[in-house]
């Protein structure tokens, strides 16, 4: 193999790939050849940047250029000019919102990336993800040679408590204590397993992990295979994620080829293997019992706890589960120890944690900064604010099973612990930022419609009792809202909670209690006034005509339903018992003279 | 794989040819002016002959990158060697029989090689 003085890098992840960066790789390796450059200069597709707004994104290394938003007819000029010239094509870095324009941008001095700290997504848009040669250069599987030949199993969970690491999927349970329990179970056979069915509306990072670092997943779970004395290893990842799939998969090939997955791996006389399981897209079999069952090959519904899956997990045996983003930060810390690790983030939350930024945000994509990092810095500094000047509203955090945090607590410093203290939750890591305009209402509508739908319907607070409460949302949004509607969801809410079988039900009324809690005026305008504060509710709208009316007759001719009358010339009227508050008048008034409240 | 050395010779083999996508900022950076002028004047095999050599002595964190024109076409092709924590070094009118004993003697043993640099060209 050649040594290669440049390496142009262009994102295949599934943000960019749906921008067509398949065909950018094409054009590039084109184009490359025809400039003669080909034994100088390598193609690479990597897995996601993080910078999903951007996309496509190319970087050319040695300098580290870092290319936004490529279309296809820009790639000659990136060769011919810097492949072939070394000159970087200025018009085509990326620029931040408020940089000045000369800067040469680079992936260490973008706003987006310098406040971030990235562990679990350290090899995400570096290493090509489809050669375990790559992630072995960059220190790849020798956590697993080194816990292999030098330390007991006992060591290894020491270490992973020590560590202070807590899992990622968002119940935030040490995975050091996990592991314990598991590994004190006594069984002929053990399981460990990854949970891949990243469900949650907004949330990618498992995805963008198993795309752009499938063998950190590997590796890791062979680690947590020899703690708990489990030979066999399953992911059960969503069929949504073919590209995720696909890398992972040829990565557990590629490590069977090798050695670093089947009999005696490194000699140390242990076995581990380790399968996929695809998920058929029910949200239900995230939640650890409904999974196993899925894995079973039974219908995904959860079932009691105890037995918890340590004692009593997949195939009836002893099964220790952790969440992909868990699994990533693992080799690390083998590799730096423990205390390196906690001296990252706060006391009591150790490390980092990735987020998936979207919704009315200016940066849309993934960012991975330490925990306790105030809530401002992630939707500012990286996020790059809000879009269109509009103003700050709240950000969702922990998707269904989470709760919105207004503007009075932006300051929060992100963890765990101080996520729930303000009835939100860490979850995943979705973080769905919502402006003025967003209803908070109609918010929580949103998600408990997306709740009722995913309920297995095996319980029934979660089955009936979510279906209840949506449709009192729907008619409050409707407009149809009436006196003790709040308290009966309140009421509802807390039944719920308390007496649902799994996770999905036992925080499915998170969004309308944290919506309650923040903007209960806001449910008050809805039910009482008749009213939508941000004037979203369609139902809830009513369009007037003010005295800045030039009677021009454009509102009266593009009305649908001819709720509009007036003369030439004359200040128009809206019939509101007419109006199907469709918006068209609005638009096409010159004038500014048609207002909604 | 069945031993931590195994693991390690993929390691140092790959580690090579990813090594400009490494952090840290103790590379030394070979960068070379690839301008029209500097093209004209031949310095493209001057570029693959640092390339080749560098894959030949199996130098690690030694990066071989172009630049664009710094309006001394008179002298190309010319390239900087910048070493971590030292003055750059010019070298002008370079060509590839040249590139072995820069390698050899700036890049591994740290001392420049005079006569080949642009202090030396333009003291005559």
């Given at each position: 193999m050649d040594l290669f003085r440049a390496h142009v890098l262009v994102c295949g992840g599934t943000g960019c790939t749906s921008s067509g960066s398949a065909e950018l790789i094409a054009r590039f390796e084109e184009q490359i050849a025809k400039n003669g450059l080909d034994k100088e200069v390598k193609v690479i597709r990597t897995g996601c940047f993080g910078l999903c707004e951007a996309g496509p994104v190319v970087i050319v290394y040695p300098e580290g250029t870092f290319y936004s938003r490529i279309r296809v007819e820009d790639v000659d000029e990136i060769v011919s000019e810097h492949l072939l010239k070394g000159r970087t094509v200025q018009h085509l870095v990326y620029k931040e919102k408020a940089a000045e324009e000369e800067q040469h941008a680079t992936l260490e001095n973008i706003d987006f990336y310098r406040p971030q700290m990235r562990l679990a997504l350290r090899n995400c848009g570096v290493i090509?993800?489809?050669?375990i040669d790559e992630y072995i250069a960059f220190d790849g599987y020798k956590a697993l040679a080194k816990v292999l030949t030098e330390w007991k199993p006992e060591d290894v969970i020491k270490e992973m408590i020590d560590s202070g690491l807590r899992g990622r999927g968002g119940g935030g349970f040490p995975t050091g204590k996990k592991w314990q329990f598991a590994a004190a179970s006594k069984a002929d056979q053990k399981y460990i397993i990854c949970n891949a069915d990243e469900g949650d509306p907004g949330a990618f990072m498992d995805r963008s992990i198993l795309e752009g670092d499938p063998h950190s997943v590997i590796e890791a779970m062979a680690i947590g295979g020899y703690a708990i004395g489990a030979t066999e290893g399953y992911v059960y990842v969503r069929a949504e994620y073919p590209i995720a799939v696909k890398r992972l998969q040829l990565a557990i090939d590629q490590a069977r080829e090798y050695g670093l997955l089947g009999k005696n791996i490194f000699g140390s006389g242990f076995d581990f293997d380790m399968y996929i399981r695809l998920g058929a897209g029910a949200f239900v079999c995230g939640e650890e019992t409904a999974l196993m069952r899925s894995i079973e090959g039974g219908r995904g519904e959860p079932t009691p706890k105890p037995p918890f899956p340590a004692v009593r997990g997949l195939f009836d045996k002893p099964s220790n589960i952790n969440n992909v983003e868990t699994y990533a930060n693992i080799p690390l810390i083998i590799n730096k120890g423990a205390d390196w690790f906690k001296s990252i983030g706060t006391p009591g939350n150790s490390g980092t944690k990735v987020f998936a930024l979207g919704g009315k945000i200016n940066n849309t994509g993934l960012v991975e900064v330490p925990m306790g990092t105030p809530l401002r810095d992630v939707i500012y500094k990286i996020g790059g604010g809000i879009p269109n000047g509009k103003a700050f509203k709240a950000v969702q955090t922990g998707g269904p099973s989470g709760g919105c945090i207004p503007a009075e607590h932006l300051d929060i410093a992100i963890d765990y612990d101080s996520l729930t203290s303000i009835g939100s939750m860490m979850g995943s890591g979705g973080m769905i930022v919502m402006d003025e305009d967003n209803c908070m209402v109609d918010i929580a509508r949103f998600f408990l419609d997306f709740t009722v739908d995913e309920s297995c319907g095996k319980c029934t607070p979660c089955r009936i009792g979510t279906k209840r409460m949506l449709e009192i949302l729907e008619r409050i949004t409707e407009g149809k809202g009436e006196e003790g509607d709040i308290e009966k969801l309140e009421a509802l809410a807390n039944n719920i909670k308390s007496t649902a079988l799994c996770g999905l039900g036992q925080t499915a009324p998170n969004p309308v209690l944290s919506t309650l809690k923040y903007f209960r005026s806001e449910y008050e305008a809805h039910i009482k006034e008749k009213r939508c504060p941000a004037h979203h509710c369609q139902k809830l709208l009513n369009y007037e005509i003010t005295d800045k009316c030039r009677g021009c007759t454009a509102c009266a001719r593009v009305c649908p339903v001819n709720a509009i009358t007036g003369s030439v010339k004359e200040m128009h009227h809206i019939d509101t018992t007419k109006c199907i508050k469709c918006g068209s008048c609005m638009e096409k008034c010159r004038f500014g003279a048609i207002v909604k409240n | 794989m069945k031993s931590l050395a195994e693991l390690e010779a993929i390691r140092a083999k790959t580690l090579e040819k990813v090594a400009m996508r490494k952090e840290g900022d103790d590379a030394v950076r070979i960068v070379v002016g690839m301008a029209t002028c500097g093209i004209a004047a031949g310095a493209r095999p001057v570029m693959l002959k640092f390339v080749e050599e560098v894959q030949k002595r199996n130098l690690q964190n030694v990066t071989v990158s172009q630049t664009g024109c710094i309006g001394m076409c008179r002298l190309e092709p010319m390239l900087d060697v910048i070493m971590p924590g030292k003055e750059k070094v010019t070298y002008v009118k370079?060509?590839?029989?040249m590139v072995s004993r820069i390698v050899a003697e700036h890049i591994v043993n740290g001392r420049p090689v005079q006569e080949y640099t642009i202090g030396a060209a333009e003291g005559k």
């Open positions: 090509d993800p489809e050669n | 370079v060509n590839p029989d």
